[in-house]
């Protein structure tokens, strides 16, 4: 099983050096963005138990490791067909290491029924017609859900709720408008790498932060 796991890894590997060749050499910070992303996802499948390399979880996984790692929003757009490929790698491994199904053959039953009287054949003769028919069911179901529906994204939910939602355009405005003006030199705050001092430009009872500013602040909390 591992050997298949191995092969299955391999091919995702060569199809990405394919894709990544095609990324024309003056977008050298486009191809080295994703040759790391080929390096988070096949992390994500060789790990054990294998992750699923959904956008959320290689974003975040990718921030950790390296400064210029594509946000998620990218992953999405500039290098879905990379991450397109090693998911359908992580559903490929998920699908060579479920747990098969049990053959029904003699092994299950014996191979002869001559030694069981004419009620315990007949019993036997349906139990194997009925596994057999469930056996054929599950592989039905099997090919269907394989082929229709796409690989389990509870992890994917499960980040996307842990991960705080974005402020709201107009609030991100106010705020960064706010920001902008603590590198003024006339303003009453200034941003220094200490942190935020009050200028000699200030005075008893004036208003630094503006209540637009300090509703936008408190809904972060």
Known sequence: MSKK???????????????????????????????????VCKEFLTAKPVQEPSAIRVAEAG??????FPAKQSLKN???????????AYEAIV????????????????????HL?????????????TLEELRSDNNRLKS??????????REDEMVAAATPA?????????LKKWMDGLNSNDGPLKLEPAGVRVTNKSFPGR???????VEVLKSLC
């Open 5 to 39: 796991v191995d092969d299955i890894v391999r091919e995702a590997e060569a199809r990405s050096r394919d894709l990544i060749g095609e990324i024309d050499e003056s977008r050298g910070a486009h191809r080295a963005n994703a040759e790391l992303v080929v390096a």
């Open 63 to 68: 921030a950790v490791r390296y400064p210029s």
């Open 78 to 88: 500039r290098y879905r067909d990379l991450l397109r490929i090693w998911r359908g």
């Open 95 to 114: 699908s060579v290491t479920a747990p098969k199904a049990l053959k029904v053959s003699d092994e299950v039953f014996g191979s002869t029924l001559e």
């Open 117 to 129: 009287d004419s009620s315990s054949k007949a019993l036997v003769q349906t139990l194997r017609q």
């Open 144 to 153: 269907i859900i394989l082929k229709e529906i796409p690989a389990p994204r």
């Open 166 to 174: 974005l402020l709201p355009l107009q609030s991100s405005s106010v």
């Open 207 to 213: 208003v630094v932060i503006p209540p637009e500013v």
